[in-house]
């Protein structure tokens, strides 16, 4: 339970103190090309439970194809902004909405 209270205190000051940057990666991301800002995905936690992870869009997007294409076909290509964003793993960020 203590665990449980400090990973959520901790969690909700990160994302009070980091949304400055929030906005600016946000900013970074949207003048990258089109698309969306954050890259969703249904993953498979603790228990099996399914959650859903957030993380900054870091390559190009293609409504047309399916995001698990990627693993079958050529790779999609990393934008400029993207680059930066998960050569510093702040493309990980939005992961502290997994935690609330």
């Known amino acids: 339970m203590t665990k449980r209270a400090l990973d959520l205190a901790a969690s909700v ?6 949304s400055p940057l929030f906005l600016f990666l946000a900013v970074l991301v949207r003048l ?3 698309g969306p800002v954050f ?8 228990a099996f ?24 076909g050529p790779r999609r290509p990393v934008t400029g902004p993207g680059r ?3 050569a510093l793993k ?4 939005p992961q502290l909405w997994n935690v609330l």
């Open 13 to 18: 000051l990160g994302l009070l103190l980091l």
């Open 32 to 34: 990258g090309g089109p």
């Open 39 to 46: 890259y969703r995905q249904e993953r498979v936690g603790m």
């Open 49 to 72: 439970r399914p959650f859903v992870l957030y993380k900054f869009r870091t390559m190009v997007w293609d409504p047309g194809r399916p995001p698990d294409a990627v693993l079958f």
């Open 84 to 86: 930066f964003l998960r």
């Open 90 to 93: 702040l493309d990980e960020l």
